[in-house]
């Protein structure tokens, strides 16, 4: 079986999207579990043999597992092997200490505000930090950069409201924030929309317009939840078209 070419079901009336070949193992483990061919408590196959079967590469491989764990299907226990810990469905992934709807929660009550603050207190200085970041992030195609760059945007927004305990929690989040935003660029394609979305906060921002700014926060958050509830509830999603490929981007 190759996921490396291969195609997943859709509807015939939406548009492909190209996926990674991670998200077509992934996808295939998950179902496998669901369905019950790996029961709780089962060990799944090695890594060697999974590649084989699959034909993928093993940074492919483990970037898969790390997602189902995420998902909290599996556990990766040393020495032994990954272990089905759950059937699913998943209802509420973690990233690293933090659950995904407490750490929604948190940014809805902190991100949202913090960018009317930010409005109205920005320095030129701020306006050309975000700017520059956000331009290096649309050049960015190394996922692994452009997460990084991700949580320093939100950081920088949080420096420009001028409240020093605002950036105290967005560092104290920044991990989960890393995490979860690997998770979405990988799963859900999100790169070029969430550059979209942060090209709106800084033009808010820039023109000093508390509303807009909050407006554009707050958007870009219920996007951010919008695409996990597809990734880890995808029957309350739209049915789509994919076509997976080992080079990992949205087409």
């Known amino acids: ?9 859709g509807s015939g009336f939406t548009a492909p999207r190209r996926v990674s070949a991670m998200e077509a193992v992934l996808n295939h483990l998950r179902e496998a ?5 790996y029961a ?17 590469s093993r940074p492919v ?13 599996t556990a990766s226990r040393t020495g032994k092997g990954t272990f089905v810990i759950s059937s699913g469905p998943v209802e509420d ?6 659950v995904a709807s407490d750490l929604l929660e948190v940014r809805r009550h902190i991100e949202i505000p913090v960018a009317g ?16 970041l956000l331009e290096r992030m649309e050049r960015e195609t190394d996922t692994t950069a452009w997460v990084a760059m991700d949580t320093l945007f939100h950081l920088a927004v949080a420096q420009a409201a ?7 929690v967005i560092e104290e989040i920044r991990d989960a924030l890393a995490r979860q935003s690997a998770f979405l660029n990988e799963l859900g394609g999100r790169r070029e929309q969430s550059n979209r979305e942060h090209r709106a906060i800084v033009e808010a921002l820039a023109d000093g317009s508390e509303h807009d700014a909050v407006e554009a926060m707050s958007h870009h958050l219920e996007r951010v939840e919008t ?3 597809s990734i880890v509830r995808p029957a309350a999603a739209d049915s789509r078209t994919t076509a997976p490929t080992e080079g990992g981007q949205q087409a």
């Open 33 to 37: 579990i669901e369905r019950g061919d």
């Open 117 to 132: 603050y930010a409005a109205r207190r920005r320095s030129a200085e701020d306006l050309d930090h975000l700017s520059h």
């Open 61 to 73: 491989l483990r970037e898969a597992l790390r997602a189902l764990q995420t998902m909290g299907l």
């Open 1 to 9: 079986m190759n996921l490396s070419d291969s195609q997943t079901g």
């Open 93 to 98: 992934p973690t990233f690293g200490d933090y």
């Open 162 to 168: 001028r409240n020093p305990v605002f950036r105290r």
């Open 40 to 56: 709780v408590g089962d060990k799944l196959p090695s890594e060697a043999e999974l590649c084989r079967r699959l034909e993928v």
């Open 227 to 229: 695409t996990l509830t």
